[in-house]
């Protein structure tokens, strides 16, 4: 039924296709995951991520099509959208710069993962490559649920491994397992100041270093501003140089007043604390949308 096309992008997970659906004659993504062994079945990874999609409808969030099974793989077909945010930044960066662009998608964004929140899904790997887009409609989607999870209660120690270094929230970089839904936000932040400077707001290829960048510009915790970091330099011995808060408006130049205290609130060290994705569009930096919920 589906005639792959070119390979859109390969991973470690498998490889995602575009390609032809003869029954429909529409465009599809077909994403591609070896079945390493065949005498075990269907990993469970696989399972929950069809799981959680075939839950999901919402106009934010990609639609998964069908699901077929071969001897050696497992293809979940998806929606054709054009290109993710990542590559949308990279070849058209005016467009993606414009101020109404950025917090158009953001909004979008926001209302995809409040509502994958009140699902109880955790998403954990938010990030520029995994929000897709549909030029036409001009609409941004979030994809890529393969390290998503149920939101237990009591919450479940989650692993630390998994999802994109840059974009992992300070929690989850201090080798807590019981982090939650702030982990998402964290991410989100990361990518709003992303579209405004074209740069990672973050990076390090390491935890210990990436949360020296974080406390460079948010300010060095102590264990009141952020649980778990008094014993983790302890076990660790790491003790980043005592930094004070930086101005965001001038690490994050280009963004309006508003746009920074959003900023800011969503990028609150103690998880606790940090903005809601809910509460974040409530926040007056959205004060010109009309809301959609």
Not at 68 to 93: R, W, Y
Not at 106 to 115: D, F, M, P, R, T
Not at 269 to 291: G, I, M, N, V
């Amino acid at each position: 039924r589906y005639t792959l096309l070119e390979v859109i992008r390969e991973g470690r997970y498998g490889a995602v296709h575009r390609a032809h659906d003869s029954l429909t004659g529409d465009t599809v993504v077909v994403k591609k995951i070896p079945i390493m062994n065949p005498s075990e079945g269907v990993p469970s990874s696989v399972i929950r991520e069809v799981s959680l999609l075939k839950e999901l409808k919402h106009e934010n969030i990609v639609r998964l099509l069908n699901v077929q099974s071969s001897v050696d793989s497992i293809d979940l077909v998806f929606e054709n959208l054009d290109f993710d945010l990542l590559h949308f930044m990279k070849t058209e960066p005016t467009v993606t710069k414009n101020p109404l662009k950025i917090k158009k998608y953001l909004h979008q964004i926001l209302h995809g993962v409040a509502y994958c929140h009140s699902q109880e899904i955790l998403h954990r790997d938010l990030k520029p490559a995994n929000f897709l887009i549909d030029r036409s409609k001009d609409i941004v989607k979030i994809a890529d649920f393969g390290l998503a999870r149920p939101i237990d209660v009591p919450l479940e120690n989650y692993t630390i491994k998994g999802g994109s270094l840059c974009y992992k929230a300070p929690e989850r970089l201090l080798g807590s397992g019981r982090y939650s839904t702030p982990v998402d936000v964290w991410a989100v932040a990361c990518t709003f100041a992303e579209m405004v400077t074209h740069q990672r707001l973050f990076h390090s290829r390491w935890a210990p270093g990436l949360l020296a960048a974080i406390f460079s510009i948010m300010g060095t915790p102590d264990s009141e501003t952020l649980p778990g970091f008094t014993s983790f330099s302890e076990e660790f011995g790491f003790e980043p140089n005592r930094s004070p808060i930086k101005d965001l408006a001038t690490v994050v130049g280009g963004l309006e007043p508003d746009g920074v205290d959003l900023l800011r609130r969503m990028l609150c060290l103690d998880p606790s604390k940090r903005l809601t994705a809910r509460e974040a569009l409530r926040h007056e930096y959205f004060k010109d949308f009309q809301s959609l919920d």
